[in-house]
């Protein structure tokens, strides 16, 4: 099942029925602070209200959704027989991740969500009383580390844009955390920035020394075959809606949201095909393809007289799981 990257009708629906009686330009003041205050590395805290935590959804939802759902479509085509049953979200904000999951994933019955900031929990609450699914879901308030101490162990472990919020050692005492609550699956979403791909890499390097295996996005469980400046992302694009535009003070109908992630399993994958790693350059001469393969860094050239190869090459995009 492929899930689309925008946000789902009833989600829309509820973020729309809070948009009554909200001043547009408060709330794009109001993102754009939260917004400086996370690239100056600051983190949830600068959302203190419900003014705050609706501004920072209308803002940020639908990227982040957009991201999630690309990481959990890549997850869901290297293991097509994956069908959990139990969901822990870690830092779950407004409930995005767990909104993706559970499109993704029909056969989740039990959701339990994460986080610190009350404003943000307050707001998830709201946003799922109208959907039948997520209606009982358990949403716990607390510092992340202590609280999973005592959560119960969930088939799928998610974290979606987190532990850049944490310093080294926060990072990996939460990484071994999450790992241990793991009963199948942990995903990990992260900026697609060098920093954000270092914070993933860090973390696979980690959780694979520690028993786990990668289902995505990369072919292998050895080193990562990229040299800075280089780095591992990808991209997804969506479409922005009339009140996403005037929060994010944007012009264009798209926003183009680049991520870093990991999904890491408890048993080996034996699906192995390549990743491609950036936008497949095709001319009439050949298709070049930036891979990684179980043998490393490949740039593939697909060959026009190869006519059959070239036309499944010419399909290829960039985050693509592919037979070389």
């Known amino acids: 099942m492929i899930v689309s990257p925008d946000l789902p009708a009833e989600l829309k629906a509820a973020l729309e029925a809070r948009l009554h009686g909200l001043s547009r330009n408060d ?9 400086q205050t996370y690239r100056g590395g600051g983190n949830s805290v600068a959302i203190k209200s419900e003014a705050d935590a609706l501004a920072y959804a209308l803002a940020r939802m639908p990227a982040t959704y957009a991201a999630v759902t690309a990481s959990l ?25 767990t909104w993706a999951a559970t499109e993704a994933w029909p056969s989740l019955k039990r959701f339990a969500l994460l986080d610190a900031n009350s404003a943000l ?10 959907s039948t699914r997520l209606r009982g879901m358990a949403y716990q308030r607390g510092e992340a580390r202590a609280v999973l101490a ?11 844009y987190v532990i850049d919020e944490m310093d080294d050692a926060e990072r990996r005492t939460l990484a071994e955390l999450m790992w241990a609550k793991t009963r199948d699956t942990l995903l990990v979403v992260e900026p697609g920035t060098p920093a954000g791909h270092a914070r993933i890499i860090a973390l696979r390097a980690q ?20 040299q800075a400046p280089d780095w591992c992302h990808f991209t997804q694009r969506l479409q922005r809606s009339q009140a996403h535009k005037q929060i994010k003070g944007a012009e264009l109908p798209f926003e183009d949201e680049k991520f870093s992630y990991v999904a890491l399993t408890r048993t080996p994958v034996t699906s192995r095909l390549a990743r491609v790693l950036a936008q497949p350059v095709v001319s009439k001469i050949e298709v070049t393809a930036k891979l990684c393969t179980n ?19 010419r399909r290829w995009r960039w985050g693509d799981s592919v037979m070389k």
Do not use: W
């Not at 290297?78 to 995005?96: E, N």
């Not at 929990?121 to 109208?130: I, K, M, P, V």
């Not at 005592?150 to 979606?160: F, Q, R, T, Y």
């Not at 043998?295 to 090459?313: P, S, W």
């Open 27 to 35: 709330a794009a003041g109001r993102a754009a602070t939260i917004s």
């Open 121 to 130: 929990r307050e707001l998830a609450l709201d946003l799922c009383r109208g």
């Open 73 to 97: 479509n890549a997850l869901g085509e290297i293991r097509p027989d994956f069908a959990p049953l139990s969901l822990l979200d870690v830092g779950a904000g407004p409930g995005t991740a």
């Open 295 to 313: 043998d490393g860094l490949e740039i593939a050239r697909v060959a026009r007289r190869a006519k059959a190869d070239y036309a499944r090459a």
């Open 150 to 160: 005592n959560a119960d162990p969930a088939d799928l472990v998610m974290a979606s």
């Open 207 to 226: 959780l694979i020394a520690s028993g786990a295996h990668v289902a995505a996005p990369c072919p292998h469980d050895g080193q990562c075959p990229l």
